[in-house]
């Protein structure tokens, strides 16, 4: 059964950092694209970053680059979305999602149509 679960999230300060994870069971995530995503009510999901797990292509979307982080754990077949300087616009349930890239895959995108399963997410609170 495919599962992904995100955890990590909570409340923090402006400023702040957390470290969003998302574990993958019942399937290996090495020929996987991942991406993060956040919704805030009433809006659409937005793709914030995404890695290719086979050779370690990323991409940030503006409102995170520089601050946000992700990255490949292998051993425990997760990805992880370090999160810093976080603000309070910051603030939203974030969401992973995976994408079969294959053996010749060699990027990732993260618009969300291009994914076919999802975890259930994890809110993110920024506030004082």
């Known amino acids: 059964q495919v599962q992904l679960v995100e955890s990590g999230g909570g409340l923090v300060q402006p400023g702040g950092s957390l470290r969003l994870s998302c574990a993958a069971s019942?399937?290996?995530?090495?020929?996987?694209?991942v991406a993060w995503f956040r919704q805030v009510p009433g809006e659409e999901h937005e793709g914030i970053s995404c890695?290719?797990?086979?050779?370690?292509?990323?991409y940030y979307a503006d409102s995170v680059k520089g601050r946000f982080t992700v990255s490949v754990d292998r051993a425990k077949n997760s990805v992880h979305l370090q999160l810093r300087r976080l603000k309070p616009e910051d603030t939203a349930v974030y969401f992973c999602?995976?994408?079969?890239?294959?053996?010749?895959?060699?990027?990732?995108?993260?618009?969300?149509?291009?994914?076919?399963?999802w975890g259930q997410g994890t809110q993110v609170t920024v506030s004082s």
């Open positions: 890695i290719n797990v086979r050779n370690q292509y990323t």
């Open positions: 019942g399937f290996s995530l090495d020929l996987y694209a």
């Open positions: 999602a995976v994408d079969w890239q294959g053996p010749l895959g060699s990027e990732c995108t993260a618009r969300a149509d291009e994914y076919t399963y």
